[in-house]
């Protein structure tokens, strides 16, 4: 079962499989396995590059086998061959020919990289912010005026139903770099600038990545989930977000029907240092440090994807977050175990 | 008589370049490397600053020194030509009037300085243009008090008459390095003091 | 060996020559110590260049090993996230700084001088102080270990990666003393480099022997002559960079600092404007030594002495172009991804020409497969792959997806290794017999040959799959999810091959320098200069000054009915 992934990875590689179908059912993050436009154009600049390089190499090692096996010293022969010291023929022969191939790659190279990276953006396309930040993602919604993290939700763009994700990328901090295999090459988010790039996933899905870009000592914790989701379940998905945003407001205002539990983990989230750096809509946590919470029950993950998101595990993180991620900028409050079971239960509150 | 045997050796003397005057080349393309980073991170961070002052408001144009340095250049091609042709006198008068115009020099950037950090409150930390001021002409004028000092060494020899004129090739590399200090002082002057202000 | 040639009398070169070296006896202990710290001899400090990057080739072989431990399974613990990123930092600083350009300035400094008939370089005094400010440089970055202080705090030596972008060095990101020792430690080789660079343009230009016009200089010092020129131009901006981190770190400067309006960017293009053209110093002296082993081994004139020449002009030139296409992904417009993917792809004219050229050679030869030779071919076979995948990865549209990942790691390992270390263990065996007397053992040379070989391709042919699978460098562990486990077990299994070539390499040269078969002053029956002198050389080189004729001078005295002159 384990040795069967690298196996067909390896044919994948070898560029004689260029099937998107052909495992679709697990997540993947072979750039080979593209769904969605801009990692597909490259995939086939990809395999018509790799066919030319093959024949170069096939032929320019002939070519040397043959010499070596040719012309190998006999025994016993002492005499020297022949001196020849060059050909201005031979030599322009073997400069013109390569440019002529280097023409031909520029050109299959242009015309992919014009046509992706200077794509217009459709009326219909759904717009995303992405913010990196040492070492989670944080996502706006301009358009529906919501904010999450780390797990990334956009809707399938096939068919007539096109309806591409255009980002918007910038940084906290330092550098970091977007990049989902399946869906586009990566692009670096850099602080003081905002780079662009699209994706238009043509299946539903999970689709896995993570930082691209080395961005201190947890980026290989960087990682990132994006949910395509079917037109509806994207609908549903942003009015659970955008209701859950105002349940919450509504709560915060009066009428205390939440546990008790948990608003008096409210209370208590409140007066630690937890809401300088997390935000949690509609009350006094508005940090930007740290991720959005507001919706923290609707992620499958904790920490960028380090650890499973469940109540056990939300727990250990607050308790003490090097647990699961050393080097954490999120440091261990000291909080005694009642406080540490109130604020989870009020962060599993957060839907 | 342990040589190669040849058939035709040429008999035109074999003559290679000085090998002063190719390890300065060298090092002024080396240096020149060096000095066209710090241009290109002043060009590129003009006007980006976010907070004053701006190079507009607190820079003028430093005449006297541009003048001195630039006429320096021309000194020292009249002193390199005096140490060819055996003038020692000549020489000396010429080699110390270089040093007293790249002195004058210094001393106008100096001047320059003072009243940017003391009366402006400008420094290097305060903006972008702060960093990348200081910086560029700093450089430029360390290489001046290098130039200064190297010419200082020779200016201490010649007064003790120990500077002859078989010396003149090495003088040449000398001369040969603060033409260049010059030549970049016209860069650094383009650039800072026309285009940045 | 080569040494049966009959009929020319090599053993005392050039007939007169003293065949009796004068034997300087051993003084004390101190004093040979102090003889090897105060030398300003080019031989002397060349082996001294030559051992201090082999000291540190093992060291940093050292450390991949360990990170190739690391990552042979996913969710490892063998180092924390904070060391395996010092190691991956440590090992790319240390190879590119430490071993590459020492080991190829040392080989510059022992044969340039003597392959083009002169007693020393033109400045010995600049040339030991070169040595000993790099020598400086290496101690100082790697006295970080006790000295620095890391990201969190807790460790020490730099860990922000060889190319260490901005602003993740930044104070505000980098607290301690790290990035200091990186960056400090770098100027001051970085001067060692710009020392020497000048050293050997002015030996080349200005201390060549009578009759050696610049078409007859041997291709070695011609290419390192470019790379000197190189160096000049790349090293430089680098040592401006390092500086303004400095201005950064210690006086508040905003060079980098994004908060005050600076721009991370800025630190990409001049650290990639030395980074991309230092690929070039590296690999010309490694195209340096094919052009000289492949002929002698292959008893043919080089193949195009001219075209060979241009060639690496050219590449120095081009070299000087394309650093941005390290930046495919940063946000370029898509007019600077085309022009940095066109001029990109120019640089594959003429390192064409070279491979073809080196073909040309071969081609209607008498091949010996002596180990230098055989390291030479695979050299060859292995140069060809890494500069298809070099061309590749300048198709800026395919980089979005390779960029960063371990397909990039794996093609400049490629280089690295495949053509860089391989024609430095060429070379090493080739004129380990110059510098010590002594040959290296042949039975020994062939297992290293085949094991490195082996343990290379397992390695570095399977490194570039987990590239396109999507795994990023630079990475200290993996999910299992992801079908990289595999793969990564084989790679860090062909790494450890690699390790045992390199000590049984490494007994070879220590059991061949006590016990090794003594060589004689020419044992491969070669052409230049250098194998006219006893080995190891006198201190004064040449007894009396060589006069040549052609680029082949002991081919010319081998062969007096056939001189090369009237062909050149």
């Known amino acids: 079962m384990k040795s069967r992934v690298p196996l067909r990875d390896l044919v994948a590689a070898a560029g004689i499989l260029d099937s998107c179908a052909a495992w679709a059912a697990t997540p993947s993050t072979s750039t080979f396995s593209h769904i969605s436009t801009p990692a597909g154009e490259v995939n086939d600049l990809s395999l018509f590059v790799l066919t030319i390089s093959a024949g170069i190499f096939l032929g320019v090692s002939a070519l040397l086998v043959y010499a070596l096996f040719r012309f190998r010293a006999r025994p016993g022969d002492t005499t020297e061959p022949p001196q020849v010291f060059g050909s201005v023929q031979i030599e322009l022969a073997w400069t013109i020919i390569p440019i002529l191939i280097i023409v031909m790659l520029f050109l299959g190279t242009a015309r992919v990289l014009f046509s992706v990276q200077d794509a217009r953006r459709p009326a219909s396309a759904v717009d995303v912010t992405v913010v990196g930040h040492q070492f989670w993602w944080e996502f706006h919604y301009p358009q529906y005026n919501i904010v999450t993290a780390n797990e990334l939700h956009v809707p399938v763009s096939a068919g007539a139903s096109a309806r591409p994700t255009f980002m918007k990328l910038t940084s906290a901090d330092v550098i970091h770099s977007f990049w989902v295999p399946q869906l586009a090459g990566k692009t670096d988010l850099l602080p003081n600038r905002v780079n662009e790039m699209w994706i238009d996933p043509q299946r539903t899905g999970l689709y896995l990545g993570q930082c691209a870009q080395f961005c201190g000592m947890q980026h290989a914790k960087m990682l990132l989930r994006v949910y395509v989701d079917s037109p509806e379940g994207f609908q549903q998905w942003i009015a659970q977000q955008q209701k859950a945003q105002a349940e919450i407001a509504a709560d915060a205002s009066g009428a205390a029907s939440a546990p008790i539990n948990a608003h008096d983990g409210q209370v208590v989230f409140e007066h630690q240092a937890c809401i300088n750096c997390h935000t949690v809509a509609g009350t006094a946590a508005n940090g930007r440090f740290g991720p959005d919470l507001t919706h923290l029950m609707s992620r499958e993950t904790l920490a960028a994807g380090a650890t499973p998101n469940t109540p056990e595990n939300l727990r250990a993180w607050i308790d003490d977050p090097n647990i699961f991620k050393p080097g954490s900028l999120m440091p261990a409050m000291h909080l005694t175990g009642r406080q540490n079971d109130q604020i989870t239960a009020y962060l599993l509150t957060l839907k | ?197 | 060996m080569g040494t049966d040639t009959p009929g020319i009398p090599i053993g005392g070169g050039i007939e007169g020559l003293d065949r009796t070296r004068p034997h300087t006896t051993r003084g004390t202990y101190l004093e040979v110590v102090h003889s090897w710290v105060v030398t300003v001899d080019h031989k002397k400090l060349g082996i001294l260049y030559i051992s201090y990057a082999l000291i540190f080739l093992l060291v940093a072989g050292v450390e991949a090993l360990l990170i190739r431990i690391q990552l042979s399974i996913p969710h490892n613990t063998f180092v924390s996230a904070a060391s395996f990123n010092r190691l991956f930092t440590m090992h790319g600083t240390t190879m590119v700084f430490l071993v590459g350009m020492p080991i190829l300035f040392g080989f510059g400094n022992y044969l340039i001088p003597l392959m083009i008939g002169a007693r020393d370089m033109a400045f010995p005094r600049l040339n030991a102080f070169s040595f000993w400010i790099s020598a400086f440089g290496g101690i100082l970055l790697y006295y970080s270990f006790i000295g620095g202080v890391g990201l969190s705090g807790t460790g020490s030596a730099p860990d922000v990666a060889w190319f260490a972008y901005a602003p993740l060095t930044e104070k505000a990101f980098s607290p301690g003393h790290t990035v200091d020792y990186w960056a400090v430690s770098l100027i001051a080789s970085g001067i060692g480099s710009i020392g020497t660079a000048i050293n050997i343009l002015a030996t080349v230009f200005c201390m060549r022997c009578k009759g050696m016009t610049l078409m007859r200089i041997p291709l070695l010092p011609w290419l390192y002559a470019v790379v000197s020129f190189i160096v000049l131009v790349a090293v430089s901006p680098l040592t401006a960079a390092q500086a303004m981190l400095m201005i950064d770190r210690y006086l508040g400067g905003h060079f980098f600092d994004t908060q005050a309006g600076g721009s991370a960017i800025l630190w990409a293009h001049f650290f990639w404007i030395f980074g991309h053209p230092e690929v070039y110093v590296l690999v010309l002296p490694a195209f340096a030594f094919a052009n000289e082993i492949i002929p002698v081994f292959s008893r043919k004139a080089i193949f195009g002495y001219p075209a060979m020449v241009a060639a690496s002009v050219a590449i120095a030139f081009i070299s000087l172009g394309v650093w941005a296409h390290h930046m495919f992904t940063i946000g370029m417009t898509s007019f600077g991804n085309a022009f940095f993917t066109l001029s990109t792809m120019l640089v594959s004219i003429p390192t064409g020409i070279k491979t073809f050229n080196w073909l040309a050679t071969i081609w209607g030869g008498k091949i010996r497969f002596e180990t230098p030779m055989l390291f030479s071919i695979a050299f060859i076979f292995q140069f060809v792959i890494a500069g298809l995948t070099g061309i590749m990865l300048s198709i800026s549209a395919w980089n979005w997806q390779t960029h960063n990942s371990y397909f990039v790691v794996a093609h400049f390992h490629y280089v690295l290794v495949g053509a860089i270390v391989f024609m430095i263990f060429a070379a090493l065996y080739y004129w380990y017999p110059k510098i010590t007397g002594r040959m290296l053992d042949d039975r020994l040379g062939k297992w290293h040959f085949w094991l490195m070989v082996i343990g290379f391709h397992i390695t570095f042919d399977t490194m570039h799959i987990p590239g396109l699978l999507g795994m990023p460098r630079q990475i200290y562990t993996y999910e299992a999810d992801r079908g990289w486990g595999t793969l990564n077990m084989i790679v860090s299994a062909g790494g450890f091959i690699q390790a045992i070539a390199v000590l049984i390499f490494v007994y070879n040269m220590v059991h061949s320098y006590f016990r090794g078969e003594t060589a004689g002053a020419d044992p491969w029956d070669a052409w230049t200069l250098e194998w006219s002198v006893p080995s190891p050389p006198p201190v004064y080189n040449f007894a009396s000054d060589p006069v040549v004729s052609s680029r082949r001078p002991l081919w010319d005295l081998k062969h007096p009915e056939d001189q090369d002159a009237p062909y050149e």
């Open chain 2, 1 to 197: 008589m342990s040589t190669i045997p040849l058939q035709h050796v040429e008999n035109e003397p074999w003559r290679l370049p000085s090998r002063g005057v190719v390890a300065m080349a060298s090092l002024i393309t080396a240096e020149s490397a060096i000095f066209t980073i710090f241009v290109a991170a002043y060009l590129y961070y003009l006007g980006r600053d976010v907070v004053g002052p701006t190079p507009r408001e607190v820079l003028e144009i430093p005449i006297l020194g541009t003048v001195c340095l630039l006429s320096s250049s021309f000194f020292i091609v009249l002193a390199e030509h005096a140490i060819t042709h055996a003038r020692m006198k000549a020489f000396t008068l010429w080699w110390s009037v270089t040093i007293l115009l790249g002195a004058i020099f210094l001393g106008d950037t100096a001047r320059e300085w003072y009243k940017l950090i003391v009366h402006v409150h400008l420094t290097i930390s305060t903006n972008l243009f702060g960093t990348t001021f200081y910086s560029l002409v700093g450089l430029h004028a360390s290489h001046v008090i290098i130039g200064l000092l190297m010419m200082l060494v020779v200016f201490a020899f010649a007064l003790t008459g120990k500077v002859e004129p078989a010396h003149a090739e090495r003088v040449k590399v000398l001369a040969l390095y603060w033409h260049f200090v010059d030549a970049v002082w016209v860069v650094v002057f383009t650039v800072v003091y026309l285009i940045g202000r």
